[in-house]
């Protein structure tokens, strides 16, 4: 039998009736082309223009019309905790590290290296598992990624010659 197609996603609020559900892990929200398995045992063939960064709440379209609800699978994560935590957030940031940020805690992905940085500046790890949900990239949705720091990466309008002072 063949495989439901879907080409089409629709974002949390913009979709509404009758679906099945897929739970996705932080990393397995951003795809292409992958073969996915609902919650009620349906596979169906996700074959999408650009790679897509999909959020809990977002939806598959398939071809016959029938609505996929994405919802973010529990994984290991770290809640980070402490005095000064907008500080703790900004250095997660500057590291360009996935964060959920809440009004007590951050939750980032387990990572030693960042673990140990973050115990150096104080603040307090515990290791939990529950759906990752981080914030957005800097224009709203998406995702943020790395940004290249070399010398022929040029995006700040102070960096260019021609501006003014």
């Not at 949390?12 to 919650?39: C, I, M, Q, S």
Request: some cysteine; glycine content about 10%.
């Amino acid at each position: 039998m063949k495989q439901p197609l879907c080409q089409k996603t629709l974002r949390a609020g913009n979709w509404t009736g009758p679906h099945d559900t897929v739970e996705l892990t932080y990393d397995a929200r951003f795809l292409r082309r992958k073969v996915l398995t609902t919650t009620k045992g349906m596979r169906f063939l996700v074959d999408l223009e650009h790679t897509t960064s999909l959020d809990h709440g977002d939806a598959f379209e398939l071809e016959t019309g029938a609505l996929v609800e994405v919802i973010a699978a529990r994984e290991d994560l770290l809640e980070v905790t402490g005095a000064g935590l907008a500080r703790i957030a900004w250095h997660i940031g500057n590291r360009h590290t996935p964060c959920q940020i809440e009004d007590a805690r951050l939750v980032i992905q387990r990572d030693k290296v960042i673990g140990d940085m973050l115990h150096q500046i104080g603040a307090t790890t515990r290791e939990i598992s529950e759906p990752f949900v981080p914030e957005g990239g800097a224009y709203g949705h998406g995702r943020t990624h790395g940004h290249d720091h070399s010398a022929t990466h040029n995006h700040h309008a102070h960096d260019r010659s021609d501006h003014a002072h």
